[in-house]
């Protein structure tokens, strides 16, 4: 496999744990927003990607011309943000300028402790994407140093 393709699988999840990121601190910024109807209440978001591979023929066909690696690399591809299903948080309060009729005020449906599991976990993959790329740029100044002995 190139060094430019590994660069590209370390760049592609860091891009992906920097979306993870900012979409949770997005649901703990609102967690506490109030709405004057449930329907239009915030909803919690999520991160959904996919594995980005290339084609079985393409793979096939680099591995035939002795080409490994040129088939395109792997990383993530279709990130995208989509709204959780969630029930929103009632809370009694009359005086509230959102209150229902019977006193009640709608908040997101938003669980801290799973934001926070949500925020540390993208945080560390963050760092082990970053760990991954530090450890091919060493490998390919290593190998730029065997090659020029």
Known sequence: MEFSALFQISASGMALEKLRVETTAANIANMHVSAPSVDKVYR???VVAQEARPAFAAQFNA?????????GAGGVTGASVV???TIPRL?????????DDKGYVAYPGVNHQDEMLQLV?????????VTAMNAARTMA???LDIGGQ
């Open 83 to 85: 709204p959780l299903e």
């Open 141 to 143: 100044a290593r190998a």
């Open 44 to 46: 919690p978001l999520r």
């Open 63 to 71: 591995m035939l011309s002795n080409q490994e690696g040129k088939a």
């Open 121 to 129: 976990t993208a945080l560390r993959a963050y760092e082990a994407n």
């Open 91 to 99: 809370a009694y309060d009359p005086g509230h300028p959102h209150a």
